[in-house]
DNA sequence: CCTATTGCGTAC
DNA sequence: GACGTACGCAATAGGG
């Protein structure tokens, strides 16, 4: 209970700005700001907010007068006034955690520790786990233990101190909590000029607390206590009772704010940027950074808004016992370990309209993966876990697995009853290996999530859950440990493993009925996820479980040579060097090349330091017979280590095929991304590289087809542009660069040379990313000037594309997203920074993604047309791989042109573009002749 | 010891 | 700062 239920942080901010003050020496910027408590603060914000409580509040005291005044007008009296370097740093504070995102609580009339005091003990009451975050100790009279019910805790941040039971507490100071209060009254408080017992310290309190219990018994006794203190005593009686007043932390303040008010708002990255950049605290700018940091932030914005549409952190910290739990409540998954168990749960499978299921196995690749167990969801919080091969000592006896199967296949292969999972396709091959073929698949969360939204780069199911559902899940390294410790889920308990398991599939179930709604309010987004993603999973699921052969020997060959020219390499650059040197390193390189060989460095790193990439080798080639040595020996180097000794280790030895995995929410822009290994990246430029292709095998009586699009995102440019000359350009069939060419020089058609063409390909593609003439000119070689000339006779010519690139630019900034052919969304989280870099990156991606996003949507298209009706043909050809543009068959030799026409026609009429669609084809027995 | 980051390079 | 989208290798830096 305790890790499902909400958190709440309270951080005492006043106590944190004094103590960084005093702790740490007196930093300041540049400018000379003082900004040592300031620096203190922020780290410690970062570290509160990486734990990613769901809601926070910064508490501070408000100015003017507290009842404590009333009460004692000497309170805090001895008070120096706040010094001037300190009050100097308490508005940037208060900038930096409003950008944060982080509530700020100023009371007037009600100190900060009332406050806090107050939402910690309604919060804990409602059953949210509160930390309060303070270095003062006064706080530890609040802690409170948080068996069964959600707890208080506190925790200095600064010192990594924590308080979180009672007996910690205990331990501390020798009293429980609910002492805390008298030991304060009889120390007393110098600081805030509270005057305690005389030579009364934390040793003397808590002996006396331990003898008689609380104040009132140490008063009662007073008497009986001997010598000087025993008359020190009897000498401060009088006051105790006010001390205890005054250091008793109210708990009953009025407040407007109620703790599920203080949801941790989205940070405002532009404004962090600016903060840190003024103070120099460079690890927080770095780790603003321009990704993982933003998706953070979009992310906890996501999820605010979520829990502010719902009834606040009460909802969401709704018990077992609740209706309509917002939450699950671990214990109430059901572990099935009895047919009549497997029954009850089967009847129910059978009644419900759709449910969620989840595969649990010993491995995180689905073409290896052994089953042990599954789990499933009907409605939220209603869900169980069939453990089928859970195997460690003392294991309870589980059903049989083949029998389970068997009784689910019914319900599993009824394409009538809709299932849902989260990245459904995994749980797809594992089923299908042990002998079920799902159907009826019909929704996937993480699609959902990816069509609803693609700009957060994370659509597993934690994130997920975070985002959209404030809610924490069980991890899997919870229950299975990880890294070299972990344990296979085989060998985890039952009672883990369904907690677990189950909620995962009641999580998944939870999120659908989230983002399904979201869906259906995008008409064409929900069209996207229909119409394209979904039906892809089972298409996609087919060409990797199909694999592609590879021919071991040849790339164990090819290793070898490489090694020997490698070698060859390395011993003449060892020469060269006159000494040995790591030529894997580029630290150990670049300072041999610019420290020690005194070349200069052209290119430098994102970081500022010497670059010792190709451009920069290719840059001082002419000065040093090195960095051509080098480049020979990165060339080969890469060709063995990433192609040709890997892909032999990726054959599996069950098919011996390589079977790569697709992932569909890969690439924001709707294009797929492969991995383990990657076939989207072998090489094609270079002969060594391309020949790598040529371990890319059909098998006896069959063929390599390969079809790929000819130039697709230059029509889809030409389609989304309007634009009369380059529509005219496709419709007449001529090689587009050459026509690029003849139209900005300005001559005929056949007349172009190949530097021209080269120039106008580099023009053509650089305009697709959003190159300017910076880059143009450095990837051509000419000067800027120059390149700003073609750019410009380029734009004259082809006045739609400069329309259109405006256009595109316009509508990113109106709306925040732009969308392809089909209606998929691009949000553009950038699009409006202050940060001039951060921004033209921003528009750059917009102008990009809606041709790379509308020419991957046609190619999912076609290929599930493909598969549609290739399905019939599966005996004759397999779909094998797909390259962004291309798609390849293994294809028996009788059946290739027939396949050729049906691929290329499907493909050709995937989408209607006021350009034509060309597709070309190669046929081989390997896919570099297929080329 | 393990994980994260950096620098580099492959594809479309 | 300057060209969009990916994945992955080897070295190195950093946290436990």
Known sequence: MTDTAPRLVLIDGSSYLYRAFHALPPLSNDDGEPTGALFGVVNMLRATLKENPGYVAFVVDAPGPTFRDDLYPDYKANRPPMPDELRAQVEPMMKIVGALGIPILRVPGVEADDVIGTLAVQAAGDGVDVTISTSDKDFAQLVRPDGSGAGIALINTMTGSRLDSEQAVIDKFGVRPDQIVDYLALMGDTVDNVPGVTKCGPKTAAKWLGEYGSLDGV?????????????????????????????????????????????????????????????????????????????????????????????????????????????????????????????????????????????????????????????????????????????????????????????????????????????????????RRHGIDVQGYADDTMLESFVYNATATRHDMDSLARRYLGYETVKYSDVAGKGAKAILFSQVALDDATRYAAEDADVTLRLHRVLQPKLAAEPTLEKVYREIEMPLVKVLERIEANGVKVDANELRRQSADLGKRMLAAQQKATELAGRTFNLDSPKQLGALLFDELKLPALVKTPKGQPSTNEEALEAIADQHELPRVILEYRGLAKLRSTYTDKLPEMVNPDTGRVHTSYHQAGAATGRLASSEPNLQNIPIRTDDGRRIRTAFVAPEGRKIVACDYSQIELRIMAHLSGDESLVKAFESGADIHRATAAEVFGKPIDEVSGNERRAAKAINFGLMYGMGAFGLARQLGVA???????????????????????????????????????????????????????????????????????????????????????????????????VHDELVFEVEEDFVQTLIGEVSGRMARAAELRVPLIVDSGIGDNWEEAH
């Open 219 to 431: 008063i009662e006794h007073a008497g009986e206590i001997k010598g000087k203190i025993g008359d020190n005593l009897r000498q401060a009686l009088e006051r105790l009772p006010l001390n205890r007043t005054l250091v008793t932390i109210r708990t009953d303040v009025k407040l407007e704010s109620a703790p599920s008010d203080l949801v941790l708002r989205a940070a405002d990255t532009d404004a962090l940027r600016a903060l840190y950049t003024r103070y120099g605290f460079r690890q927080a700018l770095k780790e603003l950074g321009g990704g993982a940091a933003a998706n953070e932030a979009q992310a906890r914005a996501e999820a605010a808004g979520m829990r502010n549409t719902a009834a606040g952190y009460a909802k969401a910290a709704a018990t077992a016992d609740d209706a309509d739990p917002a939450l699950s409540a671990v214990g109430e998954y059901e572990c099935v370990t009895a047919r009549a168990q497997l029954d009850a749960w089967l009847e129910r499978l059978q009644a419900a309209d759709e449910f969620a299921f989840d595969c649990e196995t010993d491995s995180l690749d689905p073409m290896r993966a052994n089953l042990v167990g599954l789990s499933f969801a009907v409605e939220p919080g209603r869900a169980c876990y069939l453990p089928l091969a859970h195997d460690y000592p003392g294991a309870p006896q589980q059903l049989d697995r083949a029998d389970v199967l068997a009784a689910l296949r019914p319900v599993m292969t009824d394409a009538g009853k809709r299932k849902l999972g989260q990245h459904g396709k995994y749980d797809l091959h594992v089923l």
């Open 784 to 882: 800027r000037g120059e390149a700003q000339d073609y750019i410009a006779l380029y734009f004259s010519r082809y006045p739609g594309v400069r329309d259109f690139m405006e256009r595109t630019r316009q509508q990113a900034r109106d709306q925040g997203y732009v969308e392809t052919v089909f209606g998929r969304r691009l949000y553009l989280e950038h699009i409006a920074a202050r940060n001039a870099g951060l921004r033209a990156g921003a528009e750059r991606a917009a102008i990009n993604a809606p041709m790379q996003g509308t020419a991957a949507d046609i190619i999912k298209r076609a290929m599930v047309d493909i598969d549609g009706w290739l399905q019939a043909h599966a005996d004759r050809a397999l779909m094998v791989l797909q």
